[in-house]
């Protein structure tokens, strides 16, 4: 078993900066696709960013390119998501997300990860 559990969320401001965590324990994840997805009431999750196991590639959803960051640091079973120039429709729940699968790609569906954190909330207000 993994367990998932992310950190950092909060109340923002349009245009502020904050950085999520997400730190994986029980079993060594450092061969496995990761990933950040958020979701609103009454909306499914969607896919926010994705990073392989060593971090070559990297996606993102169109919404969060050029804002977003991912990154991950395999010595300490980290992911990390840089959130940059915050807008209101960042507000969701955040969570972290593992594909327990060996594989070079970065499934955006959720369905293809296993293992999932509580989630985080951030609000961004305009």
């Known amino acids: 078993q993994v367990q998932l559990v992310e950190s950092g969320g909060g109340l923002m401001q349009a245009g502020d900066s904050l950085t999520l965590s997400c730190a994986a324990s029980g079993r060594p994840v450092n061969t496995y696709t990761m990933g950040w997805f958020r979701q609103t009431p009454g909306k499914e999750r969607e896919f926010v960013a994705g990073?392989?196991?060593?971090?070559?590639?990297?996606d993102y959803a169109d919404a969060v390119k050029g804002r977003f960051t991912i990154s991950r640091d395999n010595t300490k079973s980290m992911v990390y998501l840089e959130m940059n120039r915050l807008k209101p429709e960042d507000t969701a729940v955040y969570y972290c997300?593992?594909?327990?699968?060996?594989?070079?790609?970065?499934?955006?569906?959720?369905?293809?990860?296993?293992?999932w954190g509580q989630g985080t909330q951030v609000t961004v207000t305009s």
């Open positions: 997300a593992l594909r327990w699968r060996v594989t070079v790609t970065i499934p955006i569906n959720a369905n293809e990860y296993q293992y």
């Open positions: 990073i392989t196991w060593n971090g070559g590639q990297t």
